[in-house]
């Protein structure tokens, strides 16, 4: 139960600073604030994955409480991006594109159907 308070106090934290970035850049003809977001989500969790995988207090809440916590409400790329580092440095090139072509592709596609589908709803 605890370990779930971590994320939750996290994703509160994270779903903040995403609103926040993404006010300040609200009204530009490019999504600066989403962009930002995501490229900074996945440098947070590339730098505290590769320095702290393994400590015992980042396992035990720090992993909770950041990476799945504040980077996953601040933006699920970030945890995309980690899965795809993590595959590739295995040696797992293959499953690594395999993830990274299908995600992409499978997400804009269900996200075209969800539009469509409101769409013919409204």
């Known amino acids: 139960m605890k370990t779930i308070l971590w994320v939750a106090a996290g994703g509160a934290c994270g779903a903040v ?19 930002v977001v995501n490229i900074a989500g996945c440098l947070a969790i590339g730098l505290a994955i590769g320095a702290f995988a393994g400590v015992t207090w ?31 440095e295995q040696g797992r090139v293959v499953p690594a594109v395999v993830y990274v072509l299908s995600s992409v592709a499978c ?8 539009y469509r589908i409101a769409g013919a709803v409204a």
């Open 107 to 114: 997400c804009l596609l269900a996200a075209a159907l969800g």
């Open 58 to 88: 980042f396992e035990g809440v720090g992993r909770p409480f950041l990476v799945a916590g504040v980077l996953g409400g601040f933006t699920t790329f970030s945890a995309f991006s980690a899965d795809t580092v993590l595959l590739w």
């Open 17 to 35: 600073l995403r609103y926040c970035v993404q006010a300040l850049t609200s009204g530009a003809e490019f999504p600066w604030g989403t962009l």
